[in-house]
């Protein structure tokens, strides 16, 4: 059995993302058969109890269309009108598309926060979850209409590798209007086994035009995916019937191997959390974390950034980069009094009783 055909054997949740370019035409509007093609290849995957999330791009660029513009517009609240009048359309034509498979289309509009707040988040997992079992495919977006730039994604690749993480999907498919990820010589790169610089290098970096993002956007999301133990493919969402001959084995787009470690659902909430700040590790506490063990204070040489006990940052080795990410038991001020320090020192330093023994558990740790 070939990688690819192990990799996408018996598969029970997947997350697919179709990008702005790949759902719209390039005179503007909906391309009403890719939409309904893309149904009726989802459809038969839920006819065959596979769970499925649909990541869907177009709501700025089908609302552009509707209001008349011709070019995207550069003011904020003009995308945002936009894509308000463009979501709609967008939902309207899914529904009517999946209605012939007497499956309902499920909304849900998030934005950065919603993967930010574990509660918003578990909440999200269950709204998704209860779609599925309503006969219901749940479609998201980025609520364009209400995030503005500070809290925008900006593109669904990576709300796609969220949501992925989130649902615990076996695989993320993200559908643009290129073959896969191309190599300088335009040649499809088949099987991606490591992130490494060398993929980083050799991809072709253009942007998307209708849509936001790109190779890059795309190499950061599945990157995400990968570390949580997932594959990914990336491939043209243009080529009709697409995800059926991907699933079935058909040797056209890049399959990006997943990480060796599946995480669990707590781990790969961490890594979807964006970071507070960083400590900075010596060699040695580098080495102990990667052997799966705690962080101790005597490890720590600095931090940076501001900071709350309980908050998720990022661990980085000087010279290594940045090395994994986990739930800090201090705040960055305490974290200033007792770097350095083995553990018994720490409460004189806190001026309490007693404290926690290290900085972050390894059960609250995720190593890159
Ligand atoms: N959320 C945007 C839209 O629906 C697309 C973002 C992207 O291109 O990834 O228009």
Known sequence: MTDRVKTLTGLKSIVVKIGSNALTRSEGGLDENILINLCSNLAELIQNRVSITLVSSGAISTGMHQLGLRVRPKRMSMLQAAAAVGQYVLMSHFAQALHRYHLHAGQILVTRSDFEDRTRYLNLRNCIDALQRSAALPIINENDAVAVDEIRFGDNDLIAAHVTNLVGADLLILLSVVDGLLDKNNQVLSVVHAMDDQ??????????????????????????????????????????????????????????????????????????????????????????????????????????????????????????????????????????????????????????????????????????
Request: proline share 4%; hydrophobic share 40%; with cysteine.
């Open 199 to 368: 993929v980083a290098s050799i991809v072709r970096p253009e942007k998307s035009s209708r849509g936001t993002g790109g190779m890059g956007s795309k190499l950061i999301a599945a990157g995400t995916v990968k570390t949580a133990g997932r594959p990914v493919l990336i491939a043209n969402g243009k080529t009709p019937d697409i995800i059926r001959k991907l699933l079935q084995g058909e040797s056209t787009g890049t399959l990006i191997m997943p990480g060796k470690k599946r995480l669990a659902a707590w781990d790969r909430w961490i890594m979807t959390h964006q970071p507070s700040g960083i400590v900075h590790v010596d060699t040695g506490a580098a080495a102990a974390l990667r052997k799966e063990k705690s962080l101790l204070a005597k490890g720590v040489v600095g931090v940076t950034g501001i900071f709350s006990a309980g908050d998720i940052v990022e661990i980085a080795e000087s010279g290594s980069g940045v090395l994994g990410r986990g739930k800090i038991k201090f705040s960055s001020e305490e974290m200033n009094k007792i770097k350095g320090l083995a553990s018994a020192q720490i409460p004189a330093a806190l001026q309490r009783e007693k404290s926690p023994e290290c900085i972050i558990h390894k059960d609250d740790l995720v190593m890159f």
